[in-house]
């Protein structure tokens, strides 16, 4: 019996040990499903770049053991949903959701896209875009509201789920028990149109429902020597802010990126689209009263509008045509950007 159970621990500690990635660095179940889409990550982008938190947060918590207990045809009960941090309609935060999130607001990405032109843009409020030329350490501007009050609620569903799942309103609301014209369901409808909607001219785009969707689009657009960058704290959101370091990435040399947009679905769904010719900057954001750093932002510069509407929002709010000048903006809490690994 004492021979057997040792063997088993060795056998376990082998298996810890040869994790890819180390365990000290996140809050990953090593034999989650989540565990596993860093193995991929690691297979896909070989690198060795540091898997960000803000990322391994939105991972499947689920045990990987659980695919193949699943029935066919698949079924969601709610202790799977709630195990697996989905949007569950006997939730709590479900229960809020109702009073505390507008579909159509820029938190949710369906008109987040900055880079081009969408009807139903929100009213511009200040610091939504600027100019490259305000990010300059010492100024003081307007942070726009880059709040995400959801990207802790949801995670991925592990692909291997995720792909049995029909990407049609009608086939989701069901599956995860949501009633006709309640907040959600309207937002199942609304993400999944904007997902089959046509890209704008220049765009290349894809609406992502695993994170292994996700790695597989980036290194698509931009190759295996990649990482990903966000705003991952809220601090500063909707006040005047101070700008502190600033570091252009790759040298604040013109490159191309892949921006995803967190939808709002039962688990997570991301929109993620191509943008070519950008500058990508890393800025402290400081207390204007204290000096002190509040925050790590991360800033998209669009150097090439040439092919952007004359009423994009940008040039309404920055005045300018397209093709005439640069059009910057954060990155914001819950939506991230995939950019070349930082060569400086």
Known sequence: MATSFLFSLILLLITVLSLPFPLHASSVDPFSFGATTVRYWNRKIPNNAPHPDFFLSLLSPLPASLSSSLSSPLSISPSICRSARLLCPNSTYFQSLSNTVSIDGCSFGYTCTFEYEHDNFPTLKPGIFFREQELKEGNVVRMPDITNESTTARSFLPRSIADRIPFEAEAVKPLFG?????????AVDETVAQCQSSPSKGETKRCVTSAEDMIDFAVAMLGDDIVVRSTVLPNGSGESIMIGKVKGINSGKITSSVSCHE????????SCHSVPKI??????????????????????????????????????????????????????????????????
């Open 178 to 186: 949501l009633e006709p014209n309640t907040t959600l369901a309207k």
């Open 263 to 270: 939808y709002l679905f039962p688990y997570m769904v991301y």
């Open 279 to 344: 500058r990508v900057y890393e800025a402290e954001i400081l207390s204007v009263q204290t000096k002190e750093k509040i925050n790590s932002g991360v800033a998209v510069c669009h150097i090439d509008t040439s092919a952007w509407s004359a009423g994009h929002p940008a040039f309404v709010a920055l005045g300018g045509k397209p093709g005439q000048n640069e059009v910057c903006h954060w990155i914001y809490n819950g939506s991230m950007t995939w950019v070349i690994a930082d060569k400086s």
